[in-house]
């Protein structure tokens, strides 16, 4: 090769060499703090890789497990000291952990029952502070909950409402439980559980009292145990109802509501227009439009329970 055609080879690696590191720096890494229960990691990573943000490239992810609510002020707290750019709170115990600890930094809710009356959001049209992302819609739904009970257990006139105090919207999903249950003719007992020790004097109450079934309020802990509540109302032989899904996965009855997974998925949408400069106070609080029943066949035959067709006709044969 001649000296000039080797300085010139040199020049163009030079430039493509700079050209690429320019690129690569001008991507900022953007860090995202998560505080959600550890099973809804899984649809918050893949809601943010759909979008570009790829961990270790573009993006770092600092994940804490909102699993228990004696850790959630101290993870939420350790997220702001590591001046992320946006935090992910999953179900409204989270969402009030994180506004606890920051009025500056966004956040989004992947799924809150009622961010209006927890006070998260001034409003779903214009949520005006640092908070957005999605609403459940937990507590409307509490009335559905009751007739699809009733609809296939014949002569309910007693449900126990499993429910977390410690749960910012639990109050107003109770209520909502107990208006509906009045104009059905539904007595309904509130049994009270905040960690997973409690479980089994509740069901044990439920039973002492004699309730036909066991309605589970929306928080985070009813989903992230809801296996040991679906065992519980197998052995017991409770009938139970959840907005999530996870109960008749792991063996309860069913379950009625928006499917949380893809509202986790759907919380990214938030976090790209936050990085891309949108002020959450700008961004309505989206409200669900879809929603899914979810029926275990299996745990009703061994309660005994006959399925009505007028139930059953709108589900997925596949």
Known sequence: MRRRDFINAIAVSAAGWTLA???????????????????????????????????????????RVADRTDTLARDAAELVSLKVDVIVAGGSQAVRAVRQATQSIPIVMTASSDPVGS?????????GGNITGNSLLSPELSGKRLQLLKEIIDGLSRVAALWNPDDPPAVLSLKETEAAARQLGIEVAPIEARRLEDFETSFASAINIHVGALVVLSAPIMTVYAGQIAQLARTNGQPTISNASELPKAGGLMSYGPNIDDLCRSAAIYVDKILKGARPADLPVAQPIKFELVLN??????????????????????
Request: proline content about 9%.
């Open 297 to 318: 066949l299996k745990t009703a035959k061994t309660l005994g329970l006959t399925i009505p067709p007028g139930i059953l006709s709108p589900l997925p044969t596949r």
């Open 119 to 127: 006070g998260f959001v001034a409003s779903l049209a214009r949520p």
């Open 21 to 63: 590191a320019y690129a690569q720096q001008s991507e900022r890494m953007r860090r995202i703090g998560v505080l959600a229960p550890a099973n809804r990691e899984g649809p918050i990573r893949q809601g943010l890789r759909e979008l570009g943000y790829v961990e270790g490239r573009n993006t770092l992810i600092e994940y």
